[in-house]
């Protein structure tokens, strides 16, 4: 399928200096990882020095032992006296390092729940900062899903990083045990290791790049997943039959990732063995070196032994510390995006000398030849836009699909800046004012509200979260909104756990959903609350109440109102109408119906249809 292939953006592959640059990750996360755990970090490491040194420590008591055997068979040397304690030793040696094994695997493990907790937190505090416009760019949003995979699925960096600092301190040991018997014993050694590091490493970043240009592809399964299994999609899946389609589009686009993925593993396969081979011949030559030195007499068995177990366990710690290093330049690559992430600022925030918002506002708000594009598209949604909203004034827009009535809004609470013009507040500019305390006075609930899957109650509190525990609020704003008597019928009432995510869940209509949502407008002590079309899944007694209530209760304060349903446009002080972008007429319903213009044209439009 095309659509499937175009996805797949392509990525340079990251050539050395950027691999290389990867590393310069590794101390931001090692903050992320002390500010997540200072104790834990503390005692893993501790745990890991001390258990990087047993490896040597029991081989130095083994060559006691077998060389204290030996002369006592060969030459009737009697036993030292320490002997039987250096056995006993030994074992206490192997079960210590037993014993810290399990300690640093608690170790671990509780470090990497509290990392995940820790970014878990720090993304959604910096996602929650974004600016909308940010959530609305694939590119962004790549970023976003890619940071948060990372920040569960980096946690294994944790573990290879505390592991590598141990398997260094291990290999630097026994090197040292090598290196007094042969320096050249362990320069063939580390010779023979290198390939394979590099092997590895050149993968690991192959690896890395694969994913990066899969990215779009995965989000894509992704969501043919879940549209595959979702409560909303399903009534369509079954009546259309689409089942077939997504499954045939899924299983593409699968089946080409994971040829990409396959192709990738078997050259790593093929390249990985021949070089761990090459390792192996080092091991083996040195082993045999070794051994042709105790059988000409040159070393005794228990150094013979000690050695050969030095040779063994560096050169498998040679290899472990290779694979964990370009492990962890892996892990850092990866970490890129994370990073990125939280590098990225929002356009739209205070200024440091912003003012707060006005209380009471005086003289309202006022558009001023305003003109706005959405960043990265040519259109412009807004042209030239003038018109004022007056503390007392209750305004309505009316206009076609499409037209920009909810962009308008969207401008007004500075979600966007106008691409030109000003949006001023009491004659100042809106980017003057304190973000927070702006929102604060203003309660807007979209066309695409949220249905928290939550209880009734919370469902309405999150209009203002600090009345979460203030039933009576809550409730006299369920009243305002006439979701009182939805909720009141509901098993368990305000406790009532919303949608069907949870168990014991229950669902409501669409337009029961809208009267709770509405209720979060009245929770809110707002200044001005703007409803973009919040009626347009009641029934018209419904409807007619919820307006009459939204008229009287807004009445002397500011309001403002998007519908299609002009017999509630026409309780509004003034009406604009929108087309094109531009406010094409503007003025009370009589006047407007008067001048027989666009709007008495819809009026008319619509009233026939119920004659
Ligand atoms: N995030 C966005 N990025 C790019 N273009 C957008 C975005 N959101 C909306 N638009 C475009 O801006 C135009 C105005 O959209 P808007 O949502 O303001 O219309 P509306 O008047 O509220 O329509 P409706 O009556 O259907 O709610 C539309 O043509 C739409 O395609
Ligand atoms: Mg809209």
Redo the contacts with the bound molecule.
């Keep these: 399928m095309a659509a499937a292939s175009t996805t797949i953006k392509v990525a340079p592959l990251p050539n050395w200096s950027e691999r290389i640059g990867a590393l310069k990750n590794i101390p931001p996360v090692l903050r992320f990882v002390w500010d997540a755990a200072p104790g834990i970090v503390v005692s893993n490491l501790s745990f890991r020095v001390a258990a990087a040194l047993i490896p040597l420590s029991i081989l130095a008591v083994t060559r006691f032992i077998v060389d204290s055997v030996t002369n006592h068979q060969m030459r009737h040397v009697p036993l030292s006296h320490m002997f039987w304690w250096m056995v006993l030793l030994e074992f206490v040696l192997a079960g210590v390092a037993t014993f810290m094994a399990r300690i640093i695997e608690f170790c671990d493990t509780t470090l990497a729940d509290r990392f995940t907790r820790h970014i878990s937190l720090k993304l959604m505090t910096h996602a929650a900062k974004l600016d909308?416009?940010s959530y609305?760019d694939p590119v962004f949003y790549d970023k976003l899903e890619r940071a948060r995979a990372q920040g569960v699925d980096r946690v294994q960096m944790l573990q290879v990083g505390g592991r590598l600092i141990q398997e260094v301190i291990t290999t630097v040991s026994l090197a040292a045990a090598i290196f007094i018997f042969s320096k050249l014993l362990l320069l063939g050694l580390i010779i023979c290791v290198v390939p394979a590091f590099l092997g590895e490493t050149h993968f690991g970043f192959m690896n890395y790049s694969l994913s990066y240009r899969q990215t779009a592809g995965r989000r894509e399964l992704d969501y043919l997943r879940v549209l595959g299994g979702a409560k909303e999609s399903a009534k369509e899946l079954k009546l259309f039959g689409l089942a077939p389609f997504l499954m045939g589009r899924y299983s593409e686009l699968a089946d080409e990732l994971y040829h990409q993925t396959k192709d990738l593993s078997k050259r790593r396969l093929t390249f990985g063995s021949l070089l761990a081979l090459l390792g192996l011949v080092g091991y083996y030559g040195s082993y045999a070196y070794v051994i042709y030195g105790a059988v000409i007499g040159t070393i005794s068995v228990g150094v013979m032994v000690y050695l050969s177990g030095a040779i063994a366990a560096a050169s498998a710690n040679i290899q472990a510390v290779f694979t964990s290093f370009s492990g962890i330049t892996n892990q850092a690559l990866f970490m890129t995006d994370l990073l990125e992430f939280f590098a990225v600022k929002p356009k739209i925030s205070s200024k440091a000398s912003a003012m707060p918002a006005p209380k009471p506002i005086r003289t309202g708000f006022e558009f001023k030849n305003v003109s706005f594009k959405?960043?990265?598209?040519s259109?412009i949604?807004?042209k030239n836009v003038n018109f004022k909203l007056g503390p007392t004034e209750r305004i309505a827009i009316v206009?076609?699909?499409?037209?920009?009535?909810?962009?308008?809004?969207?401008l007004l609470t500075r979600l966007y800046d106008p691409t030109e013009g000003q949006i001023l507040l009491d004659g100042k500019d809106l980017r003057d004012y304190d973000l927070e305390s702006l929102w604060k006075e203003i309660g807007v609930i979209f066309?695409d509200f949220m249905r928290y899957e939550m209880t009734a109650a919370e469902n309405i509190a999150v209009g203002r979260i600090e009345d979460l525990d203030n039933q009576f609020r809550i409730r006299a704003a369920a009243n305002k909104s006439l979701a009182e008597h939805t909720i009141r019928r509901l098993p368990n009432g305000f406790d009532q756990v919303l949608g069907c995510r949870f168990e014991g869940g229950v669902d409501l209509s669409g337009g029961e959903w809208q009267k709770i949502a509405l209720a979060r407008a009245y929770l809110r002590d707002a200044q001005l609350l703007i409803l973009?079309?919040p009626t347009a899944a009641l029934d018209a007694r419904s409807e007619h109440e919820v307006f009459q209530r939204f008229a009287e209760l807004t009445k002397g304060k500011m309001s403002l109102l998007?519908s299609?349903r002009f017999s509630t446009v026409r309780m509004a002080d003034r009406v604009l109408v929108?087309a094109d972008?531009e406010i094409a007429e503007e003025g009370k319903h009589d006047q407007l119906m008067k001048s027989g213009g666009q709007y008495a044209e819809m009026f008319e439009l619509q009233a026939a249809n119920y004659r």
């Design positions: 909308l416009m609305e959405y960043p990265g598209s259109r949604v807004l206009g076609e699909n499409g037209q920009g009535k909810t962009t308008l809004v969207k066309q973009d079309e998007i299609h929108l972008g």
